[in-house]
């Protein structure tokens, strides 16, 4: 079975550009997530998504940050205009249950696209 | 406060020895509670959930759950060197799965 798909792996920008993540959830995954995780930290919820749903998003940054889930597969989180702290690991997951998804807990993570912001 | 915290390390033992982790949670109705381990530059990946109180063994890996007290626990007994990671708890409350900031464990042999 394949993994939770990520790209790009890594980024490099300026401030006040702008960038975009991919991810691809395993097939048949129900609920998907964006986590922020900054170095030394553990990983914060941005947004979660059930089917093409957002079921939270209470600590997305929305005047910079943005997301989709296309026909509730796959997802694609932008940061524009990117400040220095964004600089983290970006990491998208899938669960198979729909909320609440802490029924198991297990989340499926991707590799994370790591962004650093110059 | 935050709603997940765990002590802060990085604890070192010893190859064979018991490495104690300890976490708190703020939402007294939190409901299921998870153990994720995370290797340098990988991605979290579970290794236990505990839903009620008492112990849970699985393996070396022994998690215990006080809901009165709020916290969660982890030991891992026999510590082997592929231990040496940072461990994540992370608690499930209104539908969400919130994470502490990890505990880095480094065994050595």
């Known amino acids: 079975e394949a993994g939770v798909a990520q790209s790009p792996r890594y980024k490099i920008i300026e401030k006040r550009q702008s960038v975009a993540f991919w991810c691809n959830p395993i097939?048949?995954?129900?609920?998907l997530y964006w986590y922020q995780q900054i170095l030394g930290q553990g990983p914060k919820l941005l947004i979660q998504?059930?089917?093409?749903?957002?079921?939270?998003d209470s600590q997305l940054p929305k005047d910079r940050f943005s997301a989709e889930r296309l026909k509730g597969v796959d997802s694609t989180l932008k940061i524009q205009p990117a400040k220095l702290e964004d600089s983290a690991v970006y990491l998208c997951?899938?669960?198979?249950?729909?909320?609440?998804?802490?029924?198991?807990?297990?989340?499926?993570f991707g590799e994370g696209s790591r962004l650093t912001v110059l | 406060q935050k709603e997940v915290e765990q002590n802060s390390g990085p604890l070192s033992v010893p190859e064979g020895a018991i490495a104690s982790l300890n976490c708190t949670y703020s939402?007294?109705?939190?409901?299921?509670f998870f153990w994720y381990r995370q290797y340098s530059g990988k991605s979290p990946e579970l290794i236990m959930s505990?839903?009620?109180?008492g112990d849970k063994e699985d393996g070396r890996f022994t998690a215990q759950l006080n809901k009165a007290s709020q916290y969660v626990s982890l030991l891992i007994r026999d510590s082997q060197p592929s231990d040496s990671a940072t461990y994540l708890c992370?608690?499930?409350?209104?539908?969400?799965?919130?994470f502490g900031a990890g505990t880095t464990v480094t065994v050595r042999a």
């Open positions: 505990i839903y009620s109180n």
């Open positions: 939402d007294r109705g939190s409901q299921s």
């Open positions: 992370a608690v499930h409350s209104d539908y969400k799965l919130s």
């Open positions: 997951a899938s669960s198979p249950r729909g909320s609440p998804a802490g029924v198991t807990g297990e989340l499926f």
């Open positions: 998504f059930q089917n093409n749903g957002v079921v939270d």
């Open positions: 097939s048949g995954h129900a609920t």
